[in-house]
């Protein structure tokens, strides 16, 4: 079974079917998931289902998780069930009568899976259970999770109870507790249970780069490699008989692409039934959930090689075919058309999902599921067993598309060699024949258009040297590359490696160096490779001065109170609308969702959206976000300017034992965090401009943020028309939105500046001006005219009054003089009324007494 975790794909392997094809004697459990975790075959987690745990001393660390049950090997035996008879005193209850290899003995139970042979006298054939006897340590089958309890003497309805049968449950194997376990006709009656069925189960993480090895037999095979032991291949051998599959099935590939082969063989005279314990077992240890001899044949393959495969009916496509020869084909499905898959329910298909079909229609979604129409029932007799090759990036979406995370899209998604294809059938096959009593019809339909190449790569000592470090001898590297069944040829100091037929992961040239170098390593053992310094020199460290300047930027922006946002670049047309009016957008081929099918082209639509979010959540939010917008090219791809987006609303002050009301955040608030944040820029000639040219904005209440005549970006409280496309509450929102290059662009280089020699002169001044005149451009003007001995200009307040005269303000500046020397009152005075008879002349101003 595959379960989806942190790291990877988690594939559950029983250390007893590893053993059918590889020798682990001398090797304890924990021995060997080290050396697969140590390969990159992580395991998360042991199971134990009969056989004896790890002891540890105290202070001993536990190198892997742990859990399961180990069986008492005196108390825990294969018994017998001879009689089964009724209890005295409860109809649903019953008396055994068994023999445990040393004694008689009578057991109660209220099994229901043997209940029917109640009171039919002796069996004919005795039946082979798991008997625990009094002691034993169990888990309790009729509790909530897994509760261990020890089995103990007692009386039930007047009879005598000190031993059980036991289910599936009570052991640890699985959580089924409806029925005791039925053990095969050849269990030897009186052997301990952990000698017969024993068995630890390894959770392995596989990550997509090792999903060669989502198998019993690619753990094997990296076993072999990893200990140097032989690795004993699955040895299929069957007979057939009738005419062959050939002369009845053909196949057609429609876009190889998609469908680089596909193989199907045949069966007849099946007789469907439940598999064999020891198979029901396996496949329960490994997460799959027994069905019948059929299917679990076809999965038993499955996991085993690595190939899925897929029974079909073959009198259901007789019956759709007529006297004509059955033809399967492989195709794209057209836009709304329907299958009922396995699991009972109407898929809607699009032309991304691909179909096996017939010449009546539908019968599967490729590497995905089956359909109903054609599935393996009780009735079947005949069975076509298919095994294909699919592109692995359209199984994914297809998976991902219907929601279908399967064992079999589990492996396809991730790219299955399809040379496994043919070797997947004949094993299925041979299950099928040995399992269900068929006949296998002789030969095998393969259609095969589109054949991987398995790429040869050139390998050196110099190269091992340079890039691990160690010292190999090309015949080592090359012994090292055979255990994981590349083809090597030495020829003086050069490994040519052929990559081995089960393996998409070896790419070419450089590329293709570094992989089987990789498996060079992981053959090699990587805790085996010594700890060295650094050989070569290293790189020169070249900065990345815009990245550098960015992570300036934010820090800024934390400093000033404001929290970064990270939104996907992926929106929809309607989401942007609200505040924008494009109709251009670069348009998503294969959208992961309908609300995200084009790339933004508005940082303020991205960050509105989280404000909108998570306006309930605090009295007062400031976010920014540093990222790009995709503007569209026609024929080319898309421009990418990165932009600055601030928003801000709620209250200016928190909500305190001392604040009896706090008035909301407004435009001088955003405009006092953006003159903190271009100061910390060290952006000088800065001047805010009212604008009425940006829509999304209030007028009257937006400006425009100029640097030396070069507008930066803009700001102000967002339109009332377009906040009530919004769930914003009621509190005005603030916006601004820069461009990133202009601002960088604008940013000086600057040095140190020394620490004045000579003290400043303070002096405030306030003037009377017309209300038409800004007082950016009074300010601006006062710095022109002090020059270097006006070193800061601040506006501290603003007065209107009809003593001043109407159409008339009052701005007062604090102006801070500074020169090279120490400045008397009269050198003050004279930059004073410089200034002021300048403002005279230009604005018509005059000094305030």
Excluded at 507 to 536: F, K, Q, W
Excluded at 634 to 656: C, F, H, V, W
């Amino acid at each position: 079974m595959t379960l989806r975790g942190e790291k990877g794909e988690i594939m559950k392997i029983p250390i007893s079917w590893l053993k059918d094809f590889i020798d682990l004697d001398g090797l304890s459990i924990e021995d060997i998931a080290r050396k697969l975790t140590l390969a990159g075959m992580e395991v998360d987690e042991i199971l134990y289902a009969g056989l004896a745990m790890p002891i540890y001393k105290d202070g001993e660390k536990h190198e892997f998780k742990t859990n399961g049950i180990a069986w008492d090997r005196e108390k825990i035996v294969v018994a017998e069930i001879r009689e089964v008879k009724a209890h005295p005193n409860a109809d649903r209850l019953t008396l055994l009568d068994l023999f445990d290899g040393q004694q008689d003995q009578v057991v109660l139970t209220g099994a229901p899976n043997i209940f029917d042979l109640k009171g039919t006298g002796k069996l004919a054939k005795p039946i082979k259970v798991a008997y625990a006897k009094e002691g034993s340590v169990l888990y309790d089958g009729h509790a909530d999770g897994l509760q261990l309890m020890t089995l103990k003497r007692a009386k039930i309805r007047g009879v005598d109870s000190y031993s059980m049968v036991c289910s599936e449950k009570e052991l640890g194997i699985s959580t089924e507790s409806d029925g005791i376990i039925i053990l095969d006709d050849a269990a030897p009656v009186g052997m301990p249970l952990a000698d017969y069925i024993g068995d630890a189960v390894l959770d392995i993480s596989i990550l997509p780069n090792m999903a060669r090895n989502a198998s019993v037999v690619g753990i094997a095979r990296e076993l072999s490699a990893l200990t140097g032991r032989e690795l004993q291949k699955p040895t299929i051998k069957f007979k057939t008989s009738g005419d062959s599959v050939e002369d009845l099935v053909s196949i057609q590939i429609t876009n190889a692409e998609l469908n680089p082969r596909f193989v199907a063989g045949l069966i007849r005279n099946v007789e469907i039934k439940p598999s064999a314990y020891h198979i029901q077992r396996r496949l329960k240890h490994a997460g799959q959930r027994p069905i019948n001899n059929i299917v679990d044949a076809t999965n038993y393959a499955m996991i085993e090689l690595g190939q899925p495969l897929h029974a079909f009916d073959y009198d259901v496509l007789k019956e759709r075919a007529g006297k004509k020869k059955i033809k399967i084909s492989t195709r794209v499905a057209s836009d709304g058309e329907k299958l009922t898959t396995l699991d009972g329910a109407e898929r809607t298909l699009t032309p991304m999902n691909v179909l096996v079909c017939d010449e009546k229609g539908s019968l599967s979604i490729a590497g995905v599921m089956g359909g109903t129409e054609s599935e393996v029932t009780e009735k079947t007799k005949n069975v076509l067993l298919e095994g294909a090759a699919w592109n692995f990036i359209n199984i994914r979406r297809t998976a991902k598309q219907h929601n279908l995370p399967s064992e079999a899209s589990f492996r396809f998604s991730r790219g299955v060699h399809p040379a496994v294809a043919e070797t997947g059938v004949k094993r299925g096959l041979q299950y099928m024949a040995e399992w269900a009593n068929g006949n296998i019809a002789p030969g095998l339909v393969d259609e095969y258009p589109l054949k991987p190449k398995d790429p040869t790569i050139i390998v050196t000592p110099q190269d091992v040297k340079r890039l691990l470090g160690i010292e190999l001898t090309a015949k080592k590297i090359a012994e090292l590359l055979t255990r994981l069944e590349f083809k090597c040829v030495v020829d003086k100091n050069t490994v040519k490696a052929k990559t081995p037929p089960h393996r998409m992961d070896i790419a070419e040239g450089v590329v293709g160096l570094a992989d089987v170098l990789e498996e060079v390593a992981r053959s090699y053992g990587y805790d085996n490779i010594p700890v060295t310094t650094m050989a070569d020199a290293l790189p020169p460290q070249v900065g990345n001065p815009i990245h550098e300047w960015e992570e300036h930027l934010r820090d800024l922006l934390v400093a000033l109170g404001v929290q970064e946002v990270v939104t996907y670049r992926m929106t929809s047309v309607e989401k942007e609308s609200r505040i924008t009016q494009y109709t251009e957008y670069v348009r998503i081929a294969n959208p992961i969702a309908p609300e995200k099918n084009v790339l933004r082209r508005s940082l303020t639509a991205s960050v509105l959206s989280v404000l909108e979010k998570n306006i309930r959540l605090g009295e007062s939010l400031a976010l920014f976000e540093i990222g790009p917008i995709f503007e569209p090219v026609k024929n080319n791809l898309p421009n990418e300017p990165r932009k600055l987006a601030i928003t801000m609303s709620g209250l200016r002050d928190a909500t305190a034992w001392d604040v009896k009301e706090s008035a909301t955040l407004d435009f001088f608030d955003m405009k006092g965090r953006i003159e903190l944040l271009l100061s910390g820029l060290r952006l000088t000639g800065v001047t805010y401009t009212s604008t009425e040219s940006t829509p999304h904005l209030h007028p009257g209440k937006s400006a425009e943020i100029t640097v030396n005549g070069q507008v930066l970006g803009v700001f102000g409280e967002l339109h009332p028309s377009a906040k009530e496309k919004y769930e914003l509450g009621a509190s005005p929102v603030l916006v601004a939105e820069f461009d990133l290059a202009l601002l960088r662009k604008s940013a000086p280089t600057y040095g140190i500046i020394p620490v004045p020699e000579f003290p400043p002169v303070y002096e405030d001044i306030a003037i009377i001006v017309d209300e038409s005149v800004l007082a950016t451009a009074v300010e601006s003007l006062i710095k022109q005219t002090g020059g270097r001995s006006v070193s800061s200009v601040r506006l501290f307040d603003v007065y209107r009054d009809e003593k001043i005269g109407a159409g008339k303000k009052s701005l007062a500046y604090s102006l801070t003089y500074q020169a090279e020397k120490t400045m008397t009152d009269s050198d003050a005075a004279t930059i004073r009324n410089k200034i002021v008879k300048r403002l005279e002349n230009e604005f018509s101003a005059k000094l305030r007494s």
